[in-house]
């Protein structure tokens, strides 16, 4: 039986302690790295070369998505798992779209990871019970319509500026210049129909993006 090598993202030692020990007790599945960070993940990723990653979407600095594009631009057939509290169709339509395999809710994910995982190392797609009727039923509201016309980088310029980072904030955690986010933060404002940083965080909470 050949052992699947798992990457673990997540910012709560807690979380990952609670699942390392999950996998441990498997025959076929080790955790060969933990990363607390999107920017941790995507070096560790190319250093110890696993079978899946297991990511959170929520975290310090660049979050689960911009680091599985990152990810998933290196190597192509990365399979990435996602476990997350976000149960809504905007973050499951844009990991779908990025080429992620999997996606679970939190709430559910210890009854379901070690069958995600398995299923994810396959390279087959594994989407969580309570994810379903997002995946079925996408709301084609207009705010979703929206957001699904901004790119991976536009997304997560439009997700930081809505938890309240500044332009030079996210500068820094993206590794670009501020004026790259300036220019970034102007198309997401042209695309939603939005005048100000006020309006954006609204959208965000409006649609389970952030919390208020």
């Known amino acids: 039986m050949e052992t699947i090598r798992v990457l673990l993202v997540d910012d709560h030692e807690v979380v990952r302690a609670g699942y390392r020990r999950l996998f441990e007790s498997t025959d076929d599945i080790k955790v060969v790295a933990e990363a607390t960070d999107g920017e941790s993940a995507y070096q560790r ?9 297991v990511m959170d979407l929520t975290m310090p600095g660049i979050g689960g998505l911009d680091a599985s594009r990152r990810i998933l631009t290196r190597d192509q057939n990365a399979r990435i798992l996602v476990f997350s509290v976000h149960e809504n169709e905007v973050f499951l339509s844009r990991a779908m779209d990025l080429g992620i395999l999997g996606y679970i ?21 594994f989407i969580g019970q ?8 996408r709301k084609q509201s ?32 993206l590794n670009v210049s501020p004026k790259t986010v300036g220019h970034h ?28």
């Not at 990723?45 to 990653?53: A, F, L, R």
């Not at 309570?130 to 039923?137: D, I, K, N, S, V």
């Not at 016309?149 to 500044?166: H, I």
């Open 185 to 212: 933060h102007t198309n997401v404002k042209q695309k939603l129909g939005l005048t100000n940083s006020s309006e954006l965080t609204r959208l965000a909470i409006r649609m389970g993006l952030v919390t208020p």
């Open 142 to 173: 207009d705010d979703g319509e929206r957001l699904a016309n901004l790119s991976p980088r536009e997304f997560e310029v439009f997700r930081l500026r809505a938890e309240g980072k500044s332009v030079n904030e996210i500068a820094e955690l």
């Open 130 to 137: 309570e994810m379903m009727p997002h995946l079925l039923q």
């Open 45 to 53: 990723y190319s250093e110890c070369n696993p079978t899946v990653v």
């Open 105 to 125: 809710s939190k709430r559910n994910a210890s009854r379901v990871m070690i069958e995600a995982v398995r299923c994810v190392a396959r390279g087959e797609v």
